[in-house]
Nanobody
Framework: QVQLVESGGGLVQAGGSLRLSCAAS????????MGWYRQAPGKQRELVAV???????NYGDSVKGRFTISRDSAKNTVYLQMNSLKPEDTAVYYC?????????????WGQGTQVTVSS
């Protein structure tokens, strides 16, 4: 059983910053990647940022240059620093862990944290 606990969401004005954190605990074998996704009302869930076990970064086009993902492997924690926030960044943000066990990969999701950016 893997648990993901997210924190750091909230309400911020456009141009402001927020930092999200996600701590993973439980029976993980080998974390392959950690990342953040978001889902706005009426829209599909989309990639925000992912960091692989080797440190490779991947960002969604809409957040490049404004958001930064990082991880503390010793703490199994992933962070998302969000700067220059825009109203269109408003969404529920979900933490994701991809745990690799042999040839299989398992995705675990956090409960989601609301980010609201006012104009």
């Amino acid at each position: 059983q893997v648990q993901l606990v997210e924190s750091g969401g909230g309400l911020v004005q456009a141009g402001g910053s927020l930092r999200l954190s996600c701590a993973a605990s439980g029976s993980m074998f080998s974390i392959n990647a950690m990342g953040w996704y978001r889902q706005a009302p009426g829209k599909q869930r989309e990639l925000v940022a992912v960091i692989s076990s080797g440190g490779r970064l991947n960002y969604g086009d809409s957040v490049k240059g404004r958001f930064t993902i990082s991880r503390d492997s010793a703490k199994n924690t992933v962070y998302l620093q969000m700067n220059s926030l825009k109203p269109e960044d408003t969404a529920v943000y979900y933490c994701n862990i991809r745990d690799k066990r042999g040839i299989y990969e398992y995705d675990y999701w956090g409960q989601g944290t609301q980010v609201t950016v006012s104009s």
